[in-house]
Every structure is written in structure tokens, then in C-alpha cells.
């Protein structure tokens, strides 16, 4: 369960920004759109947040910068190699901030207990990582890492930092941060090492956080489901039935591919995803296609076959979909998804949306936070206030903000609102005066 967000110092952030999961207090839809934090019953957390603001207001930035987090704890002990650079892009429209690490943190919920991480990093070297724990909402610091203002070259990597662990963390602390080096994690080479509790910390970062986005493989992750577990292909079917596209079976399958052609499609999906459980479809020379099954309309019995590379550019984004949409649901994890209305009809957005604030449905708590330029959402039927957010530039920088710091009516049409500006994040286009010279 995510709590919150903050990034500084990161593409068109600069200043701390911080995109919050927690409920306002607030009894609007409050069955269906939040759930009570564990051990917490005063506080809850919603299921859902949808991101608003014009084309290069930094929306997807706050999206890249989850993604880089987790991808930096995901591969810093193992594909970062000594030397390597880090994908740290800090704030460069200030002299000082392009100088400046970038900072992250995460306030999260894992089997019951709530953790605070975050890490400071330039391009070159992690400059502090943190990890606070809660168990029984007592406070207590796991590990901390500081590095020295001044370098030792003399010094193994991990001796240039002050280190500290708390009493709550157990394990060879000591000896594994011994392998950390200046461009890697603690809590990667800890959960490399299987360090009996950080391994837990690693494995939500890398199994709970999914990410949509144009460079993730979810078409290869669906596909490989489907394969593997016919009761998860019925569940892919049927959202596909009721999405009124004409489709009323599929079938996963292997095709035969000259090995020149595999080998570069190998290196592709590899580089195109940080996991390889999922980036990872091939088997041995196949290639995976799907096929799809329509029913033929003078006919109760005959159907007629399309490769899903023939349907349309929705069938196929909605297909690419379902994989991660219900594994997420099913399993209880985050979604997070750039661009949701990428060629999807609105009633088909608003329909998936709703399925995370259906507790019938989302019977495990997942959450789901999107991008979109899809006004038709802002709908109090399927927010609350505090679910929708907003970035805007100011001074060219990215600012984050809620459509709950407004106090929206009830009554009042928040589309409308939007659209004339009432909670600003909109482009202010004076007309296009493009006109060829005389």
C-alpha cells in the first residue's frame, strides 16, 4: 500500500512535491473509495488518483520518478555495474539545482507494518539512504547512510559514508555494506545477500510497484499469463467481452521466427523492461502471438480468426492491459499508468477505473494511480476530491497539488470547473496565429 510520494530536485522538479494516497476527511464515497490503513483505524487511504495538468506540466515526470526509484533499487546491485551512471536527471533550469542530488521518498505499508525510504543520488553516487520502520506504529530507524563531504580515495567505497543501524534490524549488516558501493544500495545488495528483513523492503519495490508505460513489455506480461494460467485467460476474456469489441475468445500461442530475427527481439524486450521475469516471453525460437475468436453474425456455431495485431489500436492498448489490471487487482499491489486514455473510449476508462473502487472487486486493496487528458473523468460519481490531482508550471517548475485544497461542491460540475480554469492546470493558448509569410 503506497501512503505517499515526494521527489525533489527531478526533471522539471525542483522544489519537494508530494503526491499523497491519504483520504481528507471527507465522508464522500468513503465505502467504496478508501480502506483503512492497517493497525490504524482513524486514518485511510484511497484507491485510486488520477493526475490532470497540460502538455509538459511535468505529469509524467511524477510518473518517471517512481519508476526511476524503483528502478534504481531494483538494478543498482546487480545491472549497475561499478562506474555505470545512475538515471538521475536533476532540475537544470537553475545553476544551482542542476549541481544539486535528486531526492526521493516513499511512505509505504508492507504486511502490516508502515516504512519511510528514500535516498539522495547524482548521476555518480548515492549521497544518503534511509530506512524507518513502524512496527506497532513505534518508531524505529532501520539503517542510515551518509556520505563524508570530502572523499578518501584511499578508502573502499563504503568506507567514505557514516553508517548507522538501529536495533530493530538484524542480520550481517556490517559485512553487506561492505559490497555497497558508491552507485548502489544498501537494500539492493541487502536483498541480494537475503538479509532476513530488508529482502521483505526490496521485493515491494520490485513485486508490489507495476508500471503502464510506452517502455514496459505489458503486452508480453499478458500473453505470458494467458499461457500459463487458463483461469486467468477466462478473466482476460470476459473483460474483453464486456467491452463490447466483438471478441469472444483468444488464444495464446508460439509461432516459429528465423533466429536472427528472435536474437534482435530478445535484446529489445530486455532493454525495454527492468524485469526479467516478465520482459522475458520467448521460448527457445517462438515467437508469442495472440489470436483472437469472433463470432460470425449469420452463424451460432462458426467463427472467424484475426491476429491481435489486426485489431485496432484500443483492442490491442486494452488487451495490453488486462494483463497487469487484474494480476493487480487480484493480488492486492499498485498500478501506476502514463496516459490511461491512450486509445481508450472514456465509458471503457471510466468502467476500469471503477473497478479499483469497487471493494467487491478490489477485495485486496489495490491502488491504482494514472495520467490522463481525459476530462470526461472528473466525475464526483468516481472521485473524491482528494483522489484528483494537478501539476502546473510555475517559474518553470513542476508544482503538485489537489483538487481537495478547493473545496469543491458538491453539486459542482468538476469538468466544467476545470475546463474554465477554476483550479488552473489547464494550457492558456492565446489562438494559433500560424500563417504563411506574404
Given at each position: 500500500m503506497l501512503v505517499e510520494f515526494s521527489v525533489e530536485n527531478y526533471r522539471s522538479i525542483q522544489e519537494k512535491q508530494t503526491l499523497s494516497m491519504v483520504a481528507a476527511d471527507n465522508e464522500t464515497m468513503l465505502d467504496s473509495n478508501t480502506f483503512c490503513m492497517p493497525n490504524n483505524d482513524d486514518l485511510r487511504l484511497v484507491t485510486s488518483a488520477v493526475i490532470y495538468g497540460p502538455n509538459a506540466s511535468g505529469k509524467s515526470n511524477l510518473i518517471k520518478a517512481i519508476f526511476t526509484l524503483r528502478q534504481i533499487i531494483v538494478n543498482s546491485a546487480t545491472r549497475i555495474k561499478p562506474g555505470d551512471k545512475l538515471p538521475i536527471e536533476p532540475f537544470r533550469l537553475n545553476s544551482e539545482s542542476s549541481k544539486q542530488p535528486t531526492i526521493f521518498e516513499v511512505i509505504f505499508i508492507h504486511q502490516g507494518t508502515r516504512y519511510e525510504y528514500g535516498l539522495s543520488a547524482t548521476q555518480d553516487k548515492i549521497h544518503e539512504e534511509w530506512l524507518i520502520a513502524y512496527p506497532n506504529e513505534q518508531q524505529q530507524n532501520w539503517f542510515d547512510r551518509k556520505k563524508h563531504i570530502v572523499d578518501n580515495t584511499q578508502l573502499q567505497d563504503y568506507e567514505n559514508y557514516e553508517w548507522s543501524f538501529g536495533k530493530g534490524i538484524k542480520g550481517g549488516n556490517?559485512?553487506?555494506?561492505?559490497?555497497?558501493?558508491?552507485?548502489?544500495?544498501?537494500?539492493?545488495?541487502?536483498?541480494?545477500?537475503?538479509h532476513p528483513q530488508l529482502t521483505e523492503i526490496y521485493q515491494y519495490f520490485r513485486e508490489q510497484i507495476n508500471m503502464l508505460a510506452i517502455n514496459v513489455n505489458a503486452k508480453g506480461f499478458t500473453f505470458k499469463k494467458c499461457q500459463e494460467d487458463q483461469t486467468f485467460r477466462?478473466?482476460?476474456?470476459?473483460?474483453?467481452?464486456?467491452?463490447?469489441?466483438?471478441?469472444?475468445n483468444i488464444r495464446p500461442e508460439l509461432i516459429n521466427m528465423p533466429e536472427e530475427v528472435m536474437q534482435i527481439l530478445k535484446i529489445v524486450m530486455t532493454k525495454a523492461i527492468d524485469n526479467p521475469e516478465i520482459g522475458s516471453v520467448m521460448d527457445d525460437e517462438k515467437l508469442p502471438r495472440i489470436v483472437t475468436i469472433h463470432k460470425m453474425n449469420d452463424s451460432d456455431h462458426e467463427t472467424y480468426e484475426l491476429n491481435m495485431d489486426e485489431e485496432s489500436d484500443g483492442t490491442q492498448r486494452l488487451f495490453e492491459m488486462s494483463g497487469p489490471w487484474l494480476d493487480v487487482l487480484e493480488k492486492g499491489e499498485i498500478l501506476i499508468v502514463d496516459e490511461l486514455d491512450r486509445s481508450l473510449h472514456p465509458v471503457l476508462s471510466k468502467a476500469l477505473i471503477k473497478m479499483f473502487n469497487d471493494p467487491e472487486i478490489n477485495k485486496n486493496n489495490a491502488q491504482l494511480i494514472f495520467t490522463t487528458h481525459d476530462t470526461t473523468l472528473l466525475d464526483g460519481e468516481i472521485f473524491r476530491p482528494d483522489q484528483i490531482w494537478f501539476t502546473e508550471k510555475d517559474n518553470s517548475m513542476t508544482k503538485l497539488y489537489s483538487l481537495f485544497d478547493f473545496r469543491p461542491r458538491?453539486?459542482?460540475?468538476?469538468?466544467?470547473?476545470y475546463l474554465l480554469?477554476?483550479?488552473?492546470?489547464?494550457?492558456f493558448i492565446n489562438g494559433f496565429k500560424v500563417r504563411d509569410k506574404e
Open positions: 556490517r559485512k553487506i555494506r561492505t559490497f555497497t558501493r558508491y552507485n548502489s544500495l544498501f537494500l539492493s545488495h541487502a536483498a541480494q545477500n537475503d477466462d478473466k482476460v476474456v470476459k473483460l474483453l467481452n464486456e467491452s463490447d469489441i466483438g471478441i469472444s458538491e453539486d459542482e460540475s468538476l469538468q466544467k470547473g480554469g477554476r483550479y488552473g492546470a489547464i494550457p
